[in-house]
């Protein structure tokens, strides 16, 4: 029996490798787009090594970039592909295109390693698309009363008894539970959105599988087999459909026999995602498996971006305690001239609003954004050739942080986006969820985010409720929880700590 592998064989590996180190090597410098390579510092660093500077800090690799080639195409090697960099004055050229040019859904698909995760789903029907823009987004006055009784349902399961003393929390995991709740509860509806089952399924699926990205592409097949993080993916899905799949048999039965139940607001048909997508799927999106898949995808675009904007508010509020005395201010003065409090009431939230857009400029969830694949070769106006295949985006925190876009950039400010909105005519502009030209992080164009709005409505029930009820302050001697990275993205330190104390026994808060 052979124990260890005899010198031929070590030899023949040591050969391959290096052969494959030397494909890697040339193939990053002559078969990428013809613009200039960042992230690499030395002439013998393959893609892999690369891609490992990006994994490591890809938001130092993206603005080296942008301070060299502001005006021009530039491009940065991952694992998976070359990334081509357009200047911000492409904006409205990329977003004139449509999508059998420049495709932003196979983009997503592309990031998301669909073929591997399972999220390639999103290639096969627009659905969730279409009923967040027309009827999610228009309905959230109407659902906002819901939103409001489902966080105070989770405050009451998930927030320590703080009355009389000082309490350590994990904002991460904390606020992870109360957004799940809240998003299940406009998704799926009562009862499905406090079933354990569902709850865990809807967060633990969306865990981060960037460690795919570190490896070549040829091995993704293999390795994701012997991923935990991939396995488990697969068990949220089949608990999905498990779970939804009867729920959506029930519903379409009631329906079509006019069996009246008492659901939220009275009526047969819930108003929530989940009936809005059964009620409009075309035939080739009506089956329950796929409506249940498309549902647990939702938790993906939704659940955590949301929860980590939250978690970094609270980590900012902390920091910088002397800015939570004019926002409860704000609150108060609102609910007072609004008797009460409603949906209206959110959008009157200026200095909230621009605290949030503060927040997320110096914590984007990733330093790229406007992401397209390109299904025809097409040439920009200044001759740059994006080839067909290509994967393109733009340096989106870079932009936003250039100081001919925002004064100060180093700077917290974050009242500035309110007092921007106090110029005569950009009363509308400057907003949290509102995209720009130079503010991408949700896209812009009819191609942008569409869940941002709700996203912004739910942050803000979540922020008016903890801001009135809670004191929160950093641990003794301690500073802001340091953000982690993964290649573009940004993530608030799961393991921050942070102190809470109830301000009153009574709530505080307008609702």
């Known amino acids: 029996m052979v124990l260890f592998p005899d010198a031929f064989s070590i030899w023949v590996s040591l050969i391959l490798l290096a052969c494959y180190y030397i494909f890697s090597l040339l193939s990053l410098r002559l078969l990428g787009p013809k613009v200039p390579l960042v992230g690499v510092t030395s002439l013998l660093e393959s893609r892999i090594i690369a891609n490992w500077h990006f994994f490591k800090d890809g938001k130092s690799v993206v603005n080296s970039g942008y301070a060299k080639f502001k005006s021009h195409a530039y491009r940065l090697a991952r694992n998976d592909a070359d990334i081509i960099i357009l200047p911000v004055e492409h904006v409205d050229e990329i977003r004139a295109l449509p999508a059998n040019i420049a495709n932003p859904t196979l983009a997503h698909a592309h990031n998301l390693l669909g073929q591997h995760t399972q999220m390639d789903i999103i290639l096969r029907s627009d659905l969730h698309f279409r009923m967040i823009q027309s009827k999610l987004t228009p309905s959230l006055g109407s659902l906002t009363e819901s939103m409001q009784d489902e966080l105070n349902y989770g405050i009451s399961k998930h927030f320590p008894a703080c009355q009389d003393e000082w309490v350590v929390i994990k904002p991460y995991h904390l606020l992870l539970h109360l957004v799940s709740r809240i998003s299940a509860r406009i998704f799926v509806g009562l009862p499905l959105c406090r079933d354990d089952q569902w709850l865990e399924a809807s967060v633990q699926f969306t865990e981060n599988i960037v460690f795919l990205r570190l490896l070549p592409t040829w091995l993704h097949g293999v390795i994701k087999y012997l991923l ?284």
């Not at 993906?300 to 305690?321: E, F, G, K, R, W």
């Not at 709700?454 to 003794?476: C, G, H, Q, W």
């Not at 102190?499 to 505080?508: D, F, G, I, W, Y």
């Open 228 to 511: 935990p993080s991939i396995w488990r993916a697969s068990a949220y899905i089949r608990t999905a459909k498990k779970l939804l799949v009867p729920e959506i048999l029930r519903r379409r039965k009631a329906w079509d026999s006019a069996i009246f139940e008492h659901a939220e607001g009275g009526s047969l048909r819930q108003q929530n995602l989940l009936s809005w997508m059964i009620e409009c799927a075309n035939e080739d999106e009506a089956d329950p498996a796929h409506l249940a898949h498309l549902e647990i995808v939702i938790s993906l675009a939704s659940i955590h971006t949301t929860q980590m904007n939250v978690v970094h508010v609270l980590y900012d509020l902390a920091a910088h305690p002397n800015f939570v005395e004019p926002l409860r201010n704000e609150i108060e003065t609102i609910a007072r001239e609004d008797g009460g409090w409603h949906k209206a009431s959110y959008s009157k939230l200026r200095k909230l609003d621009s605290f949030l857009k503060e927040s997320q400029r110096f914590n984007p969830p990733s330093v790229l954004s406007y992401h397209r694949v390109m299904q025809q070769s097409h040439v920009l106006r200044d001759g740059t050739r994006l080839p067909k295949g290509s994967h393109i985006a733009m340096a989106v925190n870079a932009i936003q942080n250039d100081p001919a876009v925002t004064s100060s950039p180093d700077t917290f400010d974050p009242f500035r986006y309110a007092r921007l909105r106090d110029v005569v005519g950009e009363g509308h502009m400057h907003q949290f969820a509102t995209t720009e030209p130079k503010h991408l992080n949700f896209g812009h164009g009819k191609f942008a985010c569409p869940g941002r709005f709700f996203a912004s409505l739910e942050i803000k029930t979540i922020l008016v409720k903890l801001i009135m009820n809670y004191d929160f302050r950093l641990l003794p001697g301690s500073s802001r929880p340091a953000n982690l990275s993964a290649h573009e993205f940004i993530f608030p330190n799961p393991d921050g700590r942070l102190q809470v104390k109830a301000r009153s026994k009574e709530s505080l808060a307008p609702f």
